[in-house]
């Protein structure tokens, strides 16, 4: 590692080059009548001549943002024109996407040049000239390394190693400056492997020398990271996936993938945040080396289980070919890179939500559970008919340098344009809903009456029944069939809810198991729950137990969360698992965690990630962030600096369970 280089980057001391443009482009671009597209490939060129080149002392990867702020193309009048005849998701910039990064490396960007429409080839034009300003600098630096791969990437392809890494990074760099965000890394040992195979046949690197120059690589990510979008510092994207069956069922798993385990570990950096796919086959020790990233806190890598992913995505139509090649978006949704145009976070519904208005609604005039729980079934059916309902003439700002990079028409969509649709407080949809079960139709020991009446008052008024509900009641993650047999049941009404419907880009839609930011933002849509949650208490993030709940084990989640058909929502959203800190004294205790997943795994589980934490620690990050900047902290799908989240971000990890094994 070059430590004073990585010191120089944690420290922010590159934050020194940085400036803000004063552009008012919307006004400019509308006065002037300009299209879309004809603003999207202005403001690139405009970027682009803007930036001034930065080559730090000892960097082996170049390009550095210098301009800290992207102004928008479009006024907010015509933001508001836009949305009253279109739906715009998010920001309207299109994102999580995965390109054909591989292509144009082993080609380069002059032969893409040719088949490019004309502002692709504006953007190849803009992304070259500003190349060449940082071959200029390094010729007047004297560095002899980056002139030779300057003169060869990105015009033409990359001949190894390092040049393919360099040629990535300008690729990657230049999806942001072009507007696009949450733009995924995809299968970086399968497309990046054959550069460094040769090269270590060559005798150009040893693994040892590889690595460090991948350290370096996995340091540009940290770079501009701060200055990308994201609901908080950390969500940006930047999602790497190793591992994993090729198109002729060869393991992808490599040299590559290992170092990438180790760059990341030695580096101790929210970016890239790696994924990992296994199955079965998956043997213990690659759990085993996986497991200290896991050790070091970094909340990373994201197990992805290949068993169930690839048959579930072809069941909803993937051709076997893009399936097996899947990789993730941001966060955890599955996509597929090159081809698919997916929007795999377009919506949420709340599970919780159903329960309370069947609650409110229902309750006093089922006589069964049975009739209950029809009745929640039927408002996630509603839930789900809104969403789609208000999802209509999808419109995304054109990207003509992500066009570039597809093997598809992106304007107009992909082979695939399947809407994923986020399933939020599953636990504590259970939870309420094994409550009501015993109470209310077995035990009969709480009228409907009261029990409405306390939940309103946040139990305010009557704390045994509090304390029953929260301590003493069945609750998810306990291997208990009473309530996770309703939890495979939700997933399925959820399942059913999105079945057989077709979207406004032909699509389908697709049920998932994540929350995203939803697990605070759903909650603050309701009172009290039936299963003792208070008002104001968040969810249990993406597909976890609730927060509260008395759990027997990480072994006994595992076997709670491994039930539902998840070949039935694969939009993707993992268990969540928290460690304590001082679990992981020895080598023994990192085998042991690896193991937990391999349970997991082997069990049929989709999709998992786990987090280290120590609660005493955070408390006093809170109170003396100065002293915690390096602390990592996983959130949802993606890792952060606990320090510069918002508390209410903080307080959410801090209430998590910590496991022990």
């Not at 995924?184 to 460090?212: M, W």
């Not at 079945?499 to 049920?511: H, I, P, S, V, W």
Request: glycine share 6%; proline share 3%.
């Amino acid at each position: 590692m070059n430590k004073q280089l990585y010191d120089f980057i944690v420290n922010k001391k590159h934050h020194q080059f940085r400036h803000t443009v004063d552009w008012d482009l919307g006004r400019e671009y509308s006065e002037k009548k300009m299209s879309p597209i004809e603003r999207m490939s202005d403001r690139f060129e405009r970027m682009c001549r803007e930036e001034t080149p930065v080559i730090l002392d000892g960097e082996q990867i170049v390009f550095l943002r210098t301009v800290s702020n992207l102004p928008d193309c479009f006024t907010e009048d015509e933001w508001s024109a836009i949305k009253s005849k279109h739906y715009v998701h998010e920001l309207g910039y299109m994102s999580n996407l995965s390109p054909n990064y591989y292509d144009t490396i082993s080609v380069g960007l002059l032969e893409k040049k040719e088949t490019a429409d004309e502002y692709g080839k504006r953007a190849i034009d803009n992304i070259i000239k500003l190349s060449d300003k940082y071959l200029n600098e390094a010729k007047k630096q004297g560095r002899s390394d980056i002139v030779e791969i300057l003169s060869q990437v990105p015009r033409y392809k990359a001949r190894n190693f390092r040049e393919a890494l360099q040629f990535f990074r300008i690729l990657h760099y230049a999806l942001w400056l072009e507007g696009n965000y949450h733009n995924t890394v995809g299968r970086f040992d399968k497309y990046i492997y054959p550069y460094l195979k040769a090269d270590l046949e060559k005798g150009v690197y040893t693994p040892e020398s590889a690595l460090e120059l991948l350290e370096d690589f996995f340091l540009s990510f940290n770079k501009d990271s701060d200055i990308y979008v994201g609901v908080q510092q950390g969500d940006n994207g930047q999602s790497m996936m190793l591992g994993g069956l090729d198109e002729n069922g060869n393991e992808v798993f490599n040299l590559l993938s290992e170092l990438c385990l180790k760059a990341s570990y030695n580096n101790k950096l929210i970016d890239p945040k790696i994924n990992l796919r296994v199955s079965k086959k998956t043997p213990k020790e690659r759990y085993t080396l996986a497991s200290h990233l896991t050790k070091a806190g970094l909340g990373f890598p994201q197990y992805s289980n290949d068993d169930v992913v690839l048959p579930a995505l072809q069941k909803l139509g993937y051709e076997y070919n893009d399936a097996v090649n899947y990789t993730v978006a941001a966060c955890w949704e599955f996509i597929i890179p090159n081809v698919g145009a997916d929007v795999a976070n377009i919506a949420a519904m709340s599970y919780p939500k159903a329960v309370d208005t069947a609650f409110h609604r229902d309750l006093i005039d089922c006589e069964t559970f049975d009739d209950f729980f029809s009745a929640v079934k039927g408002e996630i059916k509603s839930s789900c008919d809104a969403i789609r309902n208000n999802i209509r003439d999808l419109w995304f700002v054109p990207s003509p340098f992500m066009n570039v990079l597809m093997d598809c028409d992106i304007y107009n969509g992909g082979k695939y344009n399947n809407f994923g649709i986020h399933g939020t407080g599953i636990a504590t949809a259970a939870d309420s809903l094994a409550a009501i079960k015993r109470y209310v139709y077995e035990e009969k020991s709480i009228s409907k009456q009261a029990y409405i009446k306390a939940v309103d008052e946040d139990f305010a008024n009557d704390p045994e029944l509090l304390h029953k509900l929260r301590y003493e009641t069945q609750k998810v993650g306990n291997n208990d069939d009473y309530v996770d047999s309703l939890v495979v049941e939700l997933l399925d009404a959820f399942a059913d809810s999105l079945e057989g419907y077709t979207n406004c880009r032909g699509g389908k839609y697709r049920a998932g198991t994540g929350s995203a930011m939803y697990y605070l933002w759903h909650a603050n849509e309701i009172g009290a729950s039936p299963d003792g949650r208070r008002k104001g208490e968040p969810f249990g993030t993406n597909f976890s137990v609730s927060l509260y709940a008395d759990v027997k084990s990480p072994i006994s989640v595992v076997a709670s969360m491994s039930k539902p058909h998840f070949e039935r929502a694969i939009n993707g959203g993992p268990l969540t698992l928290e460690f304590h800190q001082s679990l992981f004294t020895d080598e023994d205790s990192v085998e042991k965690v690896g193991m937990v997943v391999k349970t997991f795994i082997d069990n049929g589980g989709h999709q998992l990630q786990l987090n280290t934490v120590n609660r005493e620690v955070m408390l006093d990050a809170q109170k003396h962030p100065e002293k915690y900047k390096q602390l990592v902290v996983r959130i949802w799908g993606w890792s952060a600096y606990f320090v510069e989240l918002d508390k209410e971000y903080q307080d959410h990890v801090i209430a998590r369970q910590e496991y022990a094994v």
